[in-house]
C-alpha cells in the first residue's frame, strides 16, 4: 500500500512566521502535490512537482513555495504566515501516466493566530 | 474556467441505495476520478471513468456521460462506515500533468 505522511496532524503557528510544511511517500511516485481544502470550497491545487527540483504553480499559489530535492519528500512553505492561510492542507502523490489515482495523507490542520 | 457541481449533503438509511450526482463544465476532459474521505482523514480512491458508461465495484458504482459533463457514484446496500464526504474530481486535459478540479464534496450521512 502506498503510504504517504505528512508531519504534523495539527500546527499552531503565528502571523508573520515562516512555517514549513513536510510530505513523504514511499513508492518512488514521480508527481507530488499540495492542496488546501476550506469548507464549501473543495480542494484546491496550490503547488506540485514531476520530479526532483522542479515544480508547477497550481490555482493558489500566492504565499507558498514548495521544494523537492529529493524524488520521496516534497515541502510546502508559508513564507510569511497570515490568517487567511489558516486551513487543512493535504499532501498527494502519483504514479505516471495521468489517469493513475492520486494518494492522500491525512493532512495538516494549520492555525494562524 | 472550471465548474463541478455535487450536492451538499445526502441522507440516507442503512440497506438502502443512493446515487451522489457530479455535473461538470470545465476546459478539458480525461476523465473523472471519485474519492471518500471520513471526517479527519485523508481522501481515499474508489473509482476512476474515462469512457461513458457503468463501472461496477462491489457495493460501489460509478456512471459517466461524457456528451452531458455528468456522473454519478451509486451506493448499494449501505453500512453506517459509509458515513463520509464523496469528492468528484474532473481530470483536466491538456496540461501533460495530472490535474484534478474537485467538487465541494457531498457529505452523506447514513443513519440506522
Known amino acids: 500500500d502506498v503510504k504517504v505522511t505528512q508531519s504534523s496532524r495539527y500546527l499552531v503557528k503565528r502571523t508573520g512566521e515562516k512555517v514549513f510544511l513536510e510530505c513523504v511517500q514511499d513508492?518512488?511516485?514521480?508527481?507530488m502535490f499540495w492542496y488546501r481544502q476550506d469548507p464549501g470550497l473543495g480542494l484546491r491545487l496550490i503547488y506540485f512537482?514531476?520530479?526532483?527540483?522542479?515544480?508547477e504553480k497550481g490555482d493558489i499559489p500566492e504565499g507558498y513555495s514548495v521544494s523537492r530535492e529529493k524524488k520521496e519528500r516534497f515541502s510546502l512553505i508559508l513564507e510569511s504566515a497570515s490568517t487567511n492561510q489558516t486551513s487543512m492542507y493535504l499532501c498527494?502523490?502519483?504514479?505516471?501516466?495521468?489517469?493513475?489515482?492520486?494518494?492522500f495523507g491525512d493532512g495538516t490542520r494549520l492555525s494562524i493566530l | 474556467g472550471q465548474n463541478i457541481d455535487q450536492p451538499t449533503e445526502m441522507t440516507a438509511t442503512e440497506g438502502a441505495i443512493v446515487q451522489i450526482n457530479c455535473t461538470y463544465q470545465?476546459?478539458?476532459?480525461?476523465?473523472l476520478f471519485w474519492y471518500q474521505q471520513h471526517a479527519g482523514e485523508a481522501p481515499t480512491f474508489l473509482s476512476y471513468?474515462?469512457?461513458?458508461g457503468l463501472e461496477e465495484k462491489g457495493r460501489f458504482s460509478s456512471f459517466l456521460s461524457r456528451s452531458k459533463g455528468y456522473s454519478y457514484l451509486l451506493l448499494k446496500e449501505l453500512q453506517m462506515k459509509d458515513s463520509a464526504s464523496y469528492l468528484c474530481?474532473?481530470?483536466?486535459?491538456?496540461?501533460?500533468?495530472?490535474?484534478?478540479?474537485f467538487g465541494t464534496g457531498t457529505r452523506l450521512l447514513v443513519s440506522p
Open positions: 513508492m518512488d511516485h514521480e508527481n
Open positions: 498527494a502523490s502519483h504514479l505516471n501516466p495521468v489517469n493513475q489515482p492520486q494518494h
Open positions: 512537482s514531476y520530479d526532483v527540483k522542479m515544480k
Open positions: 471513468n474515462v469512457l461513458d
Open positions: 474530481a474532473v481530470e483536466v486535459a491538456n496540461t501533460g500533468f495530472q490535474k484534478l478540479v
Open positions: 470545465t476546459s478539458g476532459f480525461n476523465g
